[in-house]
């Protein structure tokens, strides 16, 4: 009688049970394995020069794994819970009458920082989808995917208290489109992101993406800003920052799993990332200390602490003597 192989049989070498994580993540990208698309399409150069002729390298990429085992069941069970706080958190605002009692100054910080933030999260958004789009190994494009979600979660999340505020300024984000588009101080970051768009290989992409650019302006504006409304006694404004937190800690997990994965096996891929890293850089701190100014009179005291804490996770990644100077 001929032997039978087990559903998943590529999975067996654990000799164990798999999770439905592993079940449900695993070996997704079919022309990977094949060597490319099984015809030749006009996307196939694309992903030719862009993602196997990446620098960024890892003979197995199926040995990634995201730490918080993330499939579509978690998720969607983890971001329920967070949208049901957030709505209560939101609810009690437009009840309680708390905005009423917010001063001017703390509602023109809140119109100068939350109304051009839609477009900043905007073009994360779309980067983390295009990182999960080009990635070369399934569990990289599920992660980058639900980062992609949480983005979309942000947005959304920032634009409903927007229409709230509207009821202490009639006006209030109306011009948010224009301060991003012209005010001098969104500039640098603005063409920090847009220059990202257009940053097509796959690896570089993720890393200016995750370990430049991200974790800094998570720290300034889910962190500080959030520290900031606080002490003005918006605690509405401070929760909802920090609910979003929560999943800005996972993406920066997930990529430091992959990343330290990637580096440990590969020189030239820590030659590469430590090169992009370098070259990201001074772009993001220059675009994060010109932005702070929006936080008002601690704004620099804010971007000082968005660079330490966003230095320190770029540092993780660049081989000792070879940081920015």
């Known amino acids: ?18 999770s439905e994580y592993e079940i449900g993540t ?35 990429w199926e040995d990634f794994d995201d730490p918080r085992a993330t499939t579509y069941a978690t998720y969607v069970r983890m971001q329920r819970d967070q949208e049901m706080y957030v709505a209560h958190l939101l609810g009690a605002a437009q009840t309680s009458g708390t905005d009423n009692a917010f001063n001017p100054d703390w509602i023109e910080t809140l119109e100068r920082t939350m109304s051009p933030l839609r477009f900043v999260f905007h073009g994360l958004q779309m980067l983390a989808a295009y990182v999960g789009q080009m990635a070369p190994g399934g569990r990289i494009v599920v992660a980058a995917l639900f980062q992609a979600a949480d983005e979309v979660r942000r947005i959304h999340g920032i634009a409903y208290r927007m229409a709230q505020l509207r009821g202490q300024r009639a006006d209030f ?52 800003l959030a520290t900031l409304a606080e002490r003005q006694g918006d605690y509405v404004d401070a929760q909802l920052l920090r609910s979003f937190a929560d999943d800005c800690a996972w993406q920066r997990a997930w990529t430091s799993r992959l990343l330290q994965l990637v580096t440990s096996r590969d020189s030239g891929s820590r030659v590469a990332v430590a090169a992009w890293i370098a070259r990201w850089r001074p772009l993001v701190e220059l675009a994060v200390v010109e932005v702070a100014v929006n936080l008002g009179p601690n704004g620099k005291a804010c971007g000082d602490q968005a660079l330490k804490s966003g230095a320190a996770f770029m540092d993780a990644f660049v081989p000792e003597g070879r940081g920015a100077p």
């Open 173 to 224: 984000g109306m011009g948010g489109r224009d301060r991003w588009q012209t005010d001098p101080s969104w500039q640098p970051l603005r063409r920090t992101i847009e220059t990202l768009l257009v940053t097509y290989d796959w690896g570089e992409a993720l890393v200016a993406l995750n370990v430049c650019v991200k974790p800094i302006l998570d720290h300034l504006f889910m962190g500080q």
């Open 1 to 18: 009688m001929p032997s039978t192989r087990k559903t998943y049989w590529h999975l067996e070498d654990a000799r164990r049970v798999p």
């Open 26 to 60: 695993s070996r997704l990208l079919t022309y990977v394995d094949r060597g490319g698309f099984a015809v030749n399409l006009p996307a196939s150069d694309w992903y030719r020069r862009y993602q196997v002729a990446s620098p960024l390298v890892l003979d197995r």
